[in-house]
């Protein structure tokens, strides 16, 4: 299985902070990687797919880059409806694994 | 408005089974695939399998293969996942999920892309 690492597990920002989140992949999976957003006691929200594209209704201070190994999820100016944790998402290959999560925190 | 509805919260005996529904509604049921995923209290998601509402493939990570079944009723737009032999371990919010399918090379599998969500089951297993 592919493993993704998430870091940090979890931040604290100040409102208007630029956030940023690492993601890296036990393997080489190209740009197969999907962002998740969720909330406390919600289900997940697609924010970010095939690593850079951002989800249709997804406002842009979000943005996802990267490729192979290595991805990053970024909040350009952190709001309060930010708080919520973050998951990424491989599919290169079977089974879909998921990240551990990063929680993220108002300061 | 595409929605997916799943049933309310379900407690179980070990050793039980228990049968979470999904029911589609607000675009074609055949179109997107049905992925399954499960989330312990405080934990992370984790992915159990998928069907194709088409075909009716499907396919289930190592972890749950021999105890997940994952079948669909395309008369009432509606997907299933029976879990088996359960124990306090499985006690989890399942979550269904449409997706599109990925292919390459001739073998199809799901885009992780998870558009549209349910919104959860708790199943409880508890003696």
């Known amino acids: 299985d592919i493993q993704m690492t998430q870091s940090p597990s979890s931040l604290s920002a100040s409102v208007g902070d630029r956030v940023t989140i690492t993601c890296q992949a036990s393997q080489d999976i190209s740009n197969f990687l999907n962002w998740f957003q969720q909330k406390s006691g919600k289900a997940p929200n697609l924010l970010i797919h095939d690593a850079s594209n951002l989800q249709t209704g997804v406002p842009s201070r979000f943005s996802g880059s990267g490729s192979g190994t290595h991805f990053t999820l970024t909040i350009s100016s952190l709001k309060p409806e930010d708080i919520a944790t973050y998951y990424c998402?491989?599919?290169?290959?079977?089974?879909?694994?998921f990240g551990g999560g990063t929680k993220v925190e108002i300061k | 408005q595409v929605h997916l509805v799943q049933a309310g919260a379900e407690v179980k005996k070990p050793g039980a089974s228990v049968k979470v529904s999904c029911k589609a509604s607000g675009y074609p049921f055949s179109s997107y695939l049905f992925n399954w995923v499960r989330q312990a209290r405080g934990q992370g998601l984790e992915w159990m399998g998928w069907?194709?509402?088409?075909?009716?493939?499907?396919g289930y990570a190592q972890k749950f293969r021999d105890r997940v079944t994952i079948t669909r009723d395309t008369s009432i737009n509606t997907a299933y996942m029976e879990l088996s032999s359960l124990t306090s371990e499985d006690t989890a919010v399942y979550y269904c999920?449409?997706?599109?399918?990925?292919?390459?090379?001739?073998?199809?599998?799901?885009?992780?892309?998870?558009?549209?969500w349910g919104q959860g089951t708790m199943v409880i297993v508890s003696s």
């Open positions: 998402q491989q599919y290169d290959n079977l089974p879909l694994t």
């Open positions: 069907i194709n509402p088409n075909s009716g493939d499907t």
């Open positions: 999920a449409r997706g599109p399918e990925y292919c390459r090379g001739g073998w199809c599998h799901p885009d992780g892309s998870f558009d549209v």
